[in-house]
């Protein structure tokens, strides 16, 4: 059998373009394979440009947590692609996988599509074929043309929207908002949350048209730290709860429209859950196992995979919660990205920064040019050959360091792969 790996490489090829928002290809092989998109079990779909992925990890673990069965969709993956496709909260298999992948090939008949459409429809089919109480979509990318866009939930979310991806999505919050907001469905209620002025407009004034009820966060819901652990009020009353197991100022806010959603969806049973269970790779991860670690020996090894200026911000707050020791940063970045808008935030927080290339990756942005972002930002900067090259320079002066490897989620990725 051929595997999924080999598939996936051809299925690369059926588009010159990574990115071409329409939605006409989705819906032409979505037809073929007699749509699947209309046999899902209650779809929860959420779009966002920070804590998606997180705000998803959480409402997955409270449902599960309330003794639900969940499927789950999110992009992109770390180390493997199987990381996309949840079936009733297990990885999909190999062959499975491999199966589905080759049977939209087939349907697809060689016709353009994006690498990201093809594999969503197969997500779709697989969430079709198996039995679960619910299903959570992920954006991909924007939200009105992403290929995801094509199904009928039962709630949509909203995370934070912040500057990202402007080439695709527009050079304004008003107009990546609006992007977010096509997700909305009629009569279909929204939960949103923290947002700019400018883009809350833009996504109430799109709800008023869909007739789409809104749950806003500092409106209609609110999340506070208090005593070591979270308290959560809307108009059912309040929820004491234990803190997020997520790290971050910015996981109070995703838990908060977790717990949002739990409640919408009649499961605020689960909420506690959420708050113990969810786990998400590369979200300021600990990393307690594996060569890289070995070889830090006493200093700490953390990884984190945010790319814009709101993920700075956040990373500089997380940082400021944890026991005081010096940190370095190991930073690799993509050449699409504003690295000194990124780094900014950190420069407070942090004693130097090591630049890397991201291997394999056609976009990555030199090290040089990492260096002199860093630089911009107002951080010490040299290059470094890679990521264990880095990690070993900087414990031989440091060796009680607290490390960050940082700047990309394919970076991350690869040090997952690589660390075992």
Not at 24 to 50: F, M, S
Not at 311 to 316: D, I, K, Y
Not at 351 to 377: F, K, M
Request: hydrophobic share 45%.
């Amino acid at each position: 059998m051929t595997s999924s790996d080999v598939i996936l490489e051809r299925l690369m090829a059926l588009h010159p373009k990574v990115i071409d928002l329409v939605l006409d290809r989705v819906h032409r092989l979505l037809d073929a394979l007699d749509h699947p998109e209309t046999r899902l079990p209650p779809v929860i779909h959420i779009a966002g440009t920070n804590g998606k992925g997180s705000t998803q990890a959480m409402i997955r673990a409270g449902l599960e947590g309330a003794g639900d069965t969940v499927h789950a969709y999110t992009s992109p993956h770390l180390a493997r692609f199987h990381e996309r496709i949840r079936l009733a909260g297990e990885l999909i298999p190999e062959p499975l996988l491999a199966d589905l992948l080759a049977e939209c090939e087939a349907a697809n008949g060689g016709a353009p599509i994006t690498y990201f459409e093809i594999t969503t429809c197969a997500a779709l089919l697989a969430f079709a074929r198996h039995p679960a109480d619910w299903t959570l979509l992920e954006v991909g990318l924007g939200g009105r043309l992403d290929a995801t866009n094509v199904v009928n939930p039962a709630l949509t979310v909203i995370t934070p929207v912040s500057m990202d991806h402007e080439g695709f999505l527009g050079d304004t919050i008003a107009k990546i908002a609006a992007e977010k907001a096509g997700i909305l469905k009629p009569g279909v209620p929204c939960i949103v949350g923290p947002q700019e002025e400018v883009a809350l407009e833009v996504i109430e004034y799109r709800a008023a048209r869909l007739n789409a009820p809104l749950s806003v966060h500092g409106q209609h819901w609110h999340v506070t730290e208090e005593n070591g652990g979270l308290v959560f009020e809307d108009e059912t009353g309040l929820m004491d709860l234990p803190p997020p197991r997520l790290i971050g100022a910015h996981q109070v806010q995703n838990a908060g429209m977790a717990i949002a959603a739990l409640r919408e969806l009649g499961r605020a049973e689960g909420a506690a859950a959420a708050m113990r269970d969810a786990e998400w790779p590369a979200r300021m991860q600990r990393l307690s196992r594996g060569p890289l670690v070995e070889a830090a020996g006493a200093a700490e090894l953390w990884l984190d995979g945010g790319h814009n200026l709101a993920a700075g911000v956040a990373l500089a707050e997380a940082l400021g919660r944890l026991p005081d020791r010096p940190v370095h940063l190991v930073c690799g970045m993509l050449n699409t990205k504003d690295a000194t808008g990124y780094m900014a935030p950190l420069a407070e927080r942090v004693r130097a920064l090591h630049a890397v290339a991201i291997p394999g990756e056609i976009n990555t942005l030199p090290p040089e040019a990492t260096v002199a972002a860093a630089t911009r930002a107002g951080i010490p900067a040299v290059e470094a050959p890679s990521v264990a090259d880095a990690i070993a320079t900087i414990i031989a002066d440091d060796p009680a360091a607290r490390i960050l490897i940082c700047g990309s989620l394919y970076l991350a990725g690869r040090v997952l792969r690589e660390n075992g």
